[in-house]
């Protein structure tokens, strides 16, 4: 596994999944329904997380692959290791965030509309974050990936 490659199409990925939450939030901010609107706060307000957690990614991978050593095995094992670890942290917080979302869904959505919508939106990205960071992490640590 080439780990530099395998991170700029992780950190691709993470910024098409946050351009389409802002795209979708932006289209819904329009409507008059508070629960829309909530979900709508949301996608805007994580996916510009998710775009600056791609782009600093993306940086940080690209000076680490401008060291002298780089490409050698140690240094490539080293950084699938960390890359794998750091998903599979992630991947537990993930966990929280959609009990979070279902909290807040039931709590103060239960008479707040919008807040349900927010969520509803807080349960859908860190839904998808679950299984995108749980299945990037085991192709971090398989060292069998063709990435």
Excluded: C
């Amino acid at each position: 596994m080439d780990i530099w490659k395998f991170q700029k199409h992780l950190t691709a990925m993470l910024l098409g999944w946050a351009a389409a939450g802002i795209l979708s939030g932006l289209a819904l901010t329009g409507k008059r329904d508070p629960l829309r609107q909530g979900v709508a706060e949301q996608f805007v307000g994580w996916g510009l997380v998710n775009a600056a957690i791609a782009l600093a990614g993306r940086m940080s991978a690209t000076r680490r692959q401008q060291l002298p050593n780089a490409t050698t095995a140690a240094v490539q094992t080293a950084e699938r290791r960390k890359i794998a670890r750091l998903l599979y942290v992630n991947t537990g917080l993930d966990v929280f965030y959609v009990v979070g979302g279902a909290l807040a869904a039931r709590t103060r959505g239960a008479t707040d509309k919008r807040w349900r919508g927010r969520g509803l939106g807080i349960m859908v990205q860190g839904g998808f974050l679950f299984f995108f960071d749980l299945i990037h992490a085991i192709r971090a640590w398989s060292t069998g990936d063709s990435h």
